[in-house]
């Protein structure tokens, strides 16, 4: 009579892949190694220790559980047959387990991509004339415009040009994407708490509003003409943004512009001394470190409390030091955006932190998944 294969507590290289219990013995060890993986992630990416140890220790538990997973399944049986409670128990924690096998590949393929300590431009290269993809985003460019008047085809009302608003003038959407996306990346490398929260100061059609909800938690526009901001509530149900909201009201009354980590504004006002006043009363109440998004000209001359980051987007309050600190980080964050929406993987269980943690590196395990 054969004795079932032991399992020492103290060590892997004693416990056998044909032990019944392996497959949990091996994840338990995994998930540990996860936890210590986990801290070093959410350290600042420059200067932070090494991860391919640790990566290579959390693979090869990886293949040894996915043997061990094989023999229980053997054991078990594959074909249908009456089960008792246990067995039956057994058999889906089996189930769950080859699917999380999956996913535990996948971060694994992302944690080896941020292990390479890749820099990634804080703003893409524009594209060369023979790149095909120029041409794409030109029509995107086009295309998307000719949305934004489709959503919006009210006229501006003449008490809004009396006030001094621009009419609702559409932006590239490559633009906006390109520096909504390092606004995204910079506050990644801040490893900022809690939800990343967006303003469109003057926000028309509500477009960019839309577009915010799918990379920040928190996406808000404000609207001083009426027609228009009827128009963007009612677009964004359409546009499948419900967390977006619109409010109507004064910009230069606007009290809660330090209720923001990223603010967009794209000349709302077409008097300069009424810009000017705009632009005092958002860093009047911006908290340091709040980012600004503004691609026009004069924001610079206007605005000596604010520091280059890349392109138009700005950072409020911060030394020349701490921007160039905060720059070098945001090159290692990656160029993945999860929207703040989705949900994770099912059967993900203690893999949740660790694919989360590759997540705020920039890097998404489910395009490997």
Known sequence: MHSEPSIAASGEMHLSTRHPEAPRVLEAEASAL???LVERLMAPPVGRRRLRSGI??????????????SAKQRALGYAPRARGKEEAAETQYCKDLRKRLGQWRAVIAALRQIEKRANFALIPADRPILDPRAGMEEILDITFTRAHRAVNPAVQTKDAAAHGCFADIPTRVSLFLEIAQLAYRVLLARRHTGP????????????????ATQI??????????????????RALPLLRADRGRIFEG???????????????????????ALMRQLEERILDQARPGTL?????????????RIRKIAHCVYAVGLSA??????????LRIGPHIVAPDRRLPK????????????????FDPALWA
Not at 292 to 304: F, R, S
């Open 216 to 233: 920040f938690a928190t996406a808000d526009g404000i609207e001083y003409d009426p027609g228009y901001a009827e128009n963007a509530r």
């Open 250 to 272: 004064d910009a230069l009354a606007f009290d809660s512009y330090g209720d923001y980590d990223v603010i967009y504004l794209y000349r709302p006002m077409q008097n300069d």
């Open 292 to 304: 600004l998004l503004a691609p026009y000209a004069m924001i610079e001359a206007h605005c000596p």
């Open 321 to 330: 030091a701490e921007v160039e600190g905060l720059k070098r980080q945001t």
């Open 34 to 36: 996860a936890s210590d």
């Open 347 to 362: 059967q993900i269980g203690w893999l949740a932190p660790l694919w989360e943690a590759c997540e705020a590196n920039g």
């Open 56 to 69: 290579d220790g959390f693979e090869t538990l990886m293949t040894r559980t996915r043997a061990a997973l």
């Open 196 to 211: 990343g929260r967006f303003l469109d100061v003057g926000c028309g059609s509500g477009i960019k509003v839309a577009l």
